[in-house]
């Protein structure tokens, strides 16, 4: 059943990379075909892997950029939440509201200390 539904939901969000390509549709505006391109150059991959949920597990575990754990056998050193968000920011070199949130709230609790 897991295969035919990973068949069936083709780019599936943290899955594969739809998340992925779909942030930079929102934060750069860019095209579908034009965002699979950027994704897959930063990943490595190509496009065709990015809707492949078997090489997308892989390559999410290597640049820690989160899962669906639930269904997946999980390691103690996969990225979660606010990390795997981090990761995801740095790696497509994007602004993501909660990750800029969190180092604002870092910055004034260090610097509150200093």
Not at 68 to 83: F, G, K, M
Not at 98 to 105: D, H, M, P, Q
Request: charged share 25%.
């Amino acid at each position: 059943m897991s295969i035919a539904h990973g068949v069936a939901s083709g780019m599936g969000g943290i899955r594969t990379a739809g998340d992925l390509v779909a942030r930079m549709q929102l934060t750069r505006g860019m095209r579908i075909k034009e965002a699979k391109a950027y994704v897959a150059g930063k990943l490595g991959v190509s496009e065709r892997d990015l809707s492949d949920p078997v090489v997308m597990l892989d390559v999410r575990r290597e640049y820690g950029l989160g899962g669906l754990y639930d269904s997946e056998i999980t390691d103690t050193n996969d990225a979660w939440a606010i990390q795997a968000k981090f990761n995801i920011a740095e790696l497509l070199e994007i602004p993501i509201n909660c990750v800029e949130s969190f180092k604002t709230l870092v910055r004034g609790k260090l610097g509150a200390k200093s």
